[in-house]
DNA sequence: GCAAAAGTGTTACGCTTACACCCATGG
DNA sequence: CCATGGGTGTAAGCGTAACACTTTTGC
């Protein structure tokens, strides 16, 4: 990288600062159905609405920082999915300042969750079916990230991410059918699936669902990476 | 929206500010490479240095309006591609300010671009293949724009943007050939092209790169919104 | 013994790929 | 007349999608 020959000049200083944020889309997958993290403010403005979990961004903190900081406050999870969404900047967006927003989303493994936090923070798991109204444009980011959501598990395994680390293979098709909102053939699915070769077959059984009981799975992330790297491309199924 | 019950409180006035800013990679095909648009900096920091074309957002603005207000300062165009690459935010990044920079990539018809503009400005197409050293991480952002864009272009008809609004297969296939760094064969891509039905035929040769002359095509956008809508999904070979 | 979920193979079809020659024209 | 790029069809193979019955076990 060029290093700075000169000095900044005053241009720098003269330009506007704004107020940034981070706001985190956090969904989860209870078994049954997809659900989005939210919390219902204590602080005004805004005090009882819903609300996705933010906070500013400090100087002295990247915007990745800033979301891992919140996502630990609120869930007490750390090393999970998290990626951009947009930035959310329009001038209006925000009547109590001039504000920009920028919008990661999340995915979490419930079964993790830590839940004494929940309480404290009074966050909610919500379907995704039936959001309440949020505050802001969060209802717009929302609605920005689940379609993102639907186009990246297209081709990357990011629905591991919201499995406990050993799944079933009726856990993953119904996680694919909640976020295609689609059902699958489930001969086709787990074929197509066990062709890819990256789960490996583990010699328990998950009983909860069924009386038979299911063979539990692992997401094997090296082989993905390694293949990856190579230019495989995962695909559960055919656009 | 719920709109804001209460005054925002003093936690809002005391947080700390950033400067912003956007960056602008723009991508240009000449028929034969694919460009990059930089420019050489007239004032410090970095003066003389290539760097790509940006400016602080002011408050008055989205990012997506300071983003637009560039490139028809630099370029003379507007209505053009832009889409968000994603939030440079690293605490270091510019060793003059606390900066964070929002990245976005547009793809331009070099056919169209102002040409009078770039003596001012100092701008200057370059080769991917053989880019200049950068300033502060504009190298990352464009590594990370060229990602984005051969991942975008696999599943979106965005081709066509760097295109002249009247263009050839051939032309077309050569793009597609330099964005995926790889060659196809020039039956199966005319083939799978049309059966789009995606492009009209023109009455109209371009003679310009060969005797014979080639027929002029225009990209369906009306089309094409209407297939997407009904989930239709763009693709010009299997991944 | 029965209800409820897990697990298993085969076939048809469509899409992708590989491949070689004639056409039109300007010089 | 020839060099250059433009334009055309067919066949093989692979992956996807459709489809029904048996297994296990807790109650």
Chains 1, 2 share one sequence.
Not at 45 to 51: E, I, L, N, V
Not at 55 to 67: I, K, L, R
Not at 70 to 80: A, E, N, P, W, Y
Request: glycine residues 4%; aromatic residues 14%; contains cysteine.
């Amino acid at each position: 990288m060029l290093q700075n020959p000169n000095p900044a000049p005053a241009y720098y200083q003269q330009a506007e600062t704004l107020l940034v944020a981070v706001d985190c889309i956090i969904f989860g997958f209870d078994g049954e159905k997809l659900k989005l993290l939210v919390f219902k403010r204590k602080l005004n403005p805004f005090a009882g609405a819903y609300s996705l979990i933010g906070s500013f961004v400090h100087p002295s903190e990247s915007t990745t920082d800033a979301a891992r900081r919140v996502l630990f406050d609120f869930t007490g999870l750390q090393d999970i999915f998290l990626e951009e969404l947009h930035v959310y900047s329009e001038v209006d967006r925000d009547p109590g300042a001039r504000c920009i927003s920028i919008a990661k989303y999340a995915l979490i493994r419930v079964t993790d969750y830590h839940k004494a936090l929940s309480d404290h923070y009074d966050t909610e798991w919500v379907a995704l079916d039936s959001l309440p109204e949020l505050v802001l444009d969060h209802n717009r980011m929302v609605a920005d990230a689940l379609q993102r959501l639907k186009q990246k598990a297209q081709f990357y395994p990011i629905g591991f991410e919201l499995l406990p680390k050993k799944f079933t293979i009726p856990m993953l098709q119904r996680l694919y059918e909640e976020i295609f909102e689609r059902s699958f053939d489930a001969r086709n699915f787990r074929k197509k699936l066990l062709s890819l070769t990256l789960v490996k077959p583990l010699p328990e059984k998950d009983r909860t669902t069924s009386k038979k009981g299911s063979f539990l799975y692992r997401f094997d992330y090296k082989k993905y990476e390694r293949l990856s790297k190579k230019g495989f491309q995962f695909s559960l199924f055919k656009i």
